[in-house]
């Protein structure tokens, strides 16, 4: 039962560092970016949106790695108790690779099904 128990607690730590990593690669963007074109409503200042976001972006990722770092520390201390080999950083590197890739397939999805408009700033062809 023991066992069950401490593998379904490792099974939990591994959703949520890969719930953190998504959110590093999708929700930490579209968080600044969001917040950057308020800034930008409101003071109508595209530089001050900018460094206000690139900004944020740093420091969030800054508060965002940590954790992770240390959920994949608790991760290793639960295999470690069971029993079994101790992996180091391949369950972090695997999380944030596989969760990058999970978060690119959903832009290119976005972008080819649900972008409006012309996909490029700059229209081909003659006729402008």
């Known amino acids: 039962?023991?066992?069950?128990?401490?593998?379904?607690?490792?099974a939990a730590m591994l959703a949520i560092m890969f719930a953190m990593a998504l959110a590093l690669w999708i929700g930490v963007p579209l968080l600044w970016l969001y917040i950057g074109s308020k800034v930008q409503d409101s003071t109508d200042?595209?530089?001050?949106?900018?460094?206000?976001?690139?900004?944020?972006?740093?420091?969030?990722?800054?508060?965002?790695?940590?954790?992770?770092?240390?959920?994949?520390?608790a991760y290793e201390h639960l295999r470690e108790h069971r029993g079994l080999e101790n992996y180091g950083q391949a369950p972090l590197e695997a999380v944030?690779?596989?969760?990058?890739?999970?978060?690119?397939?959903a832009f290119v999805v976005w972008f080819v099904l649900f972008q409006d408009g012309p996909s490029l700033p700059i229209q081909g062809g003659g006729d402008q």
């Open 96 to 105: 944030l690779v596989v969760s990058a890739v999970v978060a690119l397939a």
């Open 45 to 73: 200042s595209v530089g001050a949106a900018l460094g206000l976001m690139l900004f944020g972006s740093i420091a969030t990722i800054l508060l965002i790695v940590p954790l992770l770092a240390r959920l994949n520390e």
């Open 1 to 10: 039962m023991k066992s069950l128990f401490r593998s379904t607690e490792s």
